[in-house]
């Protein structure tokens, strides 16, 4: 006849609980920092790309103003027959709209500009995902933590289901596979 089973006793189902959920706990926990690592980057990147947006934009701008007074007193030599001036001007003028040699010339500036623009705007839709990762992982940690706690197997594998979402929301955050804006 075959033995019965015997339930584990309490602290036989702690330790078995404890032995589970130590190393699960490690992993989501070095995944919650490096999803704040990433997060952090990317504030970064984004403060420093509408910083660097708006400085190319008001270098832009003084170039137009300059362009501007340039093209006024073009106009001013034409009518005062100083042709000789006013091929040097209008030099100038197409120097404000175009200079790709140093790369400060109007076109310059504005792609440069709408180039930080963009990537800031791209960097800037991961944000959403990446915090709710790091909700996610500290959820998954805190039910982890109560379910050796309350030695309960529903928690520990709470647990899990939760740090599965946070992973797959962490892996939107950084490559953004899924077509949805937040």
């Known amino acids: 006849?075959?033995?019965?089973?015997?339930?584990?006793?309490?602290?036989?189902?702690?330790?078995?609980?404890?032995?589970?959920a130590g190393w699960l706990i490690t992993v989501l926990a070095a995944l919650l920092a490096i999803n704040t690592y990433i997060s952090s980057g990317n504030s970064s990147k984004v403060l420093n790309n509408t910083i660097g947006a708006n400085n190319t934009w008001a270098f832009y701008q003084a170039k137009s103003v300059k362009q501007t007074l340039a093209e006024m007193a073009r106009d001013d030599a034409i009518d005062r027959k100083q042709f000789e001036k006013a091929d040097k001007l209008t030099a100038k003028i197409d120097r404000y709209e175009s200079e790709p040699e140093?790369?400060?010339?109007?076109k310059e500036l504005m792609e440069k500009a709408k180039g930080l623009e963009a990537e800031r705007d791209q960097i800037r839709k991961s944000g959403p995902w990446m915090t709710f990762a790091g909700s996610a992982f500290q959820i998954a940690i805190v039910l982890l933590t109560a379910s050796i706690l309350a030695?309960?197997?529903?928690?520990?594998?709470?647990?899990?289901?939760?740090?599965?979402?946070?992973?797959?929301?962490?892996?939107?955050?950084?490559?953004?596979?899924?077509?949805?804006?937040?």
């Open 1 to 20: 006849m075959a033995e019965e089973k015997k339930p584990l006793s309490r602290s036989e189902r702690e330790a078995n609980i404890k032995d589970k």
């Open 102 to 106: 140093t790369g400060e010339g109007k």
């Open 151 to 182: 030695v309960s197997m529903s928690l520990y594998f709470a647990s899990i289901a939760v740090g599965t979402l946070a992973a797959l929301l962490m892996s939107q955050g950084i490559w953004l596979w899924l077509p949805i804006v937040l």
